[in-house]
T-cell receptor, first 114, second 114 residues
Framework: AQSVTQPDIHITVSEGASLELRCNYS??????LFWYVQSPGQGLQLLLK??????LVQGIKGFEAEFKRSQSSFNLRKPSVHWSDAAEYFC????????????FGDGTTLTVKP | DTGVSQDPRHKITKRGQNVTFRCDPI?????LYWYRQTLGQGPEFLTY????????KSRLLSNRFSAERPKGSFSTLEIQRTEQGDSAMYLC????????????FGPGTRLTVT
C-alpha cells in the first residue's frame, strides 16, 4: 500500500526566508507525486507534480520540488517566502493503474512571520 | 471553465438526519472522486466514478454512505443517519481519464453533525 509522511506538522518562517517542506513516500513502483496548497476553508490547489523525467520540477507561485528516489522523498522548496504563502501544504502520491486516486499526507501548516 | 463546484459549502445537521451533497465537475472531465478530510488530516479517498459507473469504494465508505453520478455529469453523496463522527470536510475532485491527468478539487462541503 502507498503512504505519505510529512514529518513537520507546523513550520514558521520569516517573510523573505527560504522554505523547505519535507515529504517521504512509500510505494513499490514509480510513484506520481504531487504538492497541494490549501487555504483556510478552501479546496486544494495543485502546486506541482512529478510523473517522470527531470527530477527537479517547477510549479506555480515560485515553488519547486525535487524527487529523490534513493531517499523516497519529494521535498517542496521556495527561495523566498511571502506572507501570502501561509497555508496548509499537502504532499500526495498516486500510481499508474490506481485510477488516479491519491494518498495524502497529513499536511504541514506554514506560518509566515512579518 | 468555472472549475469544480460543490453545494452546499456548509451544512449543520442533527445526529440521525440524512444529508446530501452535490458536486459539479469540470465539464469535460469523465472521472469524479470524493474524499473526506477531518481536522488535522489529509484528504482520504472515499469513492470514484468513471462516467456514470462507480468503479471503486473505500472501506471508509460505510453502508450509510451512497454516491451517484446518474448521467456522468454531476454527482451526489448522501449520508444516512448521520453520526458525530461524520463531521468533516467532503471534497470532490475531477479529472480526465488517464494516468497523467491531475485532479482538480472543489472548495468542499463542511459537515457539522450536532
Amino acid at each position: 500500500a502507498q503512504s505519505v509522511t510529512q514529518p513537520d506538522i507546523h513550520i514558521t518562517v520569516s517573510e523573505g526566508a527560504s522554505l523547505e517542506l519535507r515529504c517521504n513516500y512509500s510505494y513499490g513502483a514509480t510513484p506520481y507525486l504531487f504538492w497541494y496548497v490549501q487555504s483556510p476553508g478552501q479546496g486544494l490547489q495543485l502546486l506541482l507534480k512529478y510523473f517522470s523525467g527531470d527530477t527537479l520540477v517547477q510549479g506555480i507561485k515560485g515553488f519547486e520540488a525535487e524527487f529523490k528516489r534513493s531517499q523516497s522523498s519529494f521535498n517542496l522548496r521556495k527561495p523566498s517566502v511571502h506572507w501570502s504563502d501561509a497555508a496548509e501544504y499537502f504532499c500526495a502520491v498516486g500510481a499508474l493503474g490506481n485510477a488516479g486516486k491519491s494518498t495524502f499526507g497529513d499536511g504541514t501548516t506554514l506560518t509566515v512571520k512579518p | 471553465d468555472t472549475g469544480v463546484s460543490q453545494d452546499p459549502r456548509h451544512k449543520i445537521t442533527k445526529r440521525g438526519q440524512n444529508v446530501t451533497f452535490r458536486c459539479d465537475p469540470i465539464s469535460e472531465h469523465n472521472r469524479l472522486y470524493w474524499y473526506r478530510q477531518t481536522l488535522g488530516q489529509g484528504p482520504e479517498f472515499l469513492t470514484y466514478f468513471q462516467n456514470e459507473a462507480q468503479l471503486e469504494k473505500s472501506r471508509l465508505l460505510s453502508n450509510r454512505f451512497s454516491a451517484e453520478r446518474p448521467k456522468g455529469s454531476f454527482s451526489t453523496l448522501e449520508i444516512q443517519r448521520t453520526e458525530q463522527g461524520d463531521s468533516a470536510m467532503y471534497l470532490c475532485a475531477s479529472s480526465l481519464q488517464g494516468a497523467y491527468y491531475e485532479q482538480y478539487f472543489g472548495p468542499g462541503t463542511r459537515l457539522t453533525v450536532t
